[in-house]
């Protein structure tokens, strides 16, 4: 019998004979090509039916033999994404030329250190005068407000580092996919 009889009695959903099934395993037994056409095709309902919908219900073989097509639909998926990312770092690689020549990066820096200064002056006058309240020296939480700075000036400084390392990250990867 021809290895397609055999394929087609694999992906059968309706049950085979008793003397079917023996002459199907013993051919399987034999012949490397069916037998992994076997196990590709169990992987395959494993696969489907344990990530969504349900148990192989009736006609599962035949979409099954549409899985290829599905295949190389979602390939032409993956390759659409790869485009639109490429698109996307191109764009942000554009931004950061354009950020680096008008030096809109060190106005965000002092505009950033700006605003944390004011917060910090805030943040000690509220402390100052919680502390005359109390009747205690305001050098206490001025200390306190210095060591705050630093803090602040610490992840200041992390979330500059961090950034500049992922936008040339960015341009790393860009600069791979043209060259590809
Ligand atoms: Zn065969």
Redesign the pocket.
Known sequence: MK?NQ?KSWILNDQPLTSKQKKELQG?LET?S??KKFYLTWLSTRQLLSSSHLQAPSPGFSNRWKNYLPFQQERERARHIRTTLASLIMIGLLANLIYILRNNLLLNWIAAGLNTITKLFVILTKGLSNFSQLLNQTPTIPISVGIVFLGVLLAFLIVFIFTTWRWLSKEYHADEIIVED
Do not use: A, P, S, V
């Open positions: 290895h055999y051919h012949c090509q069916c």
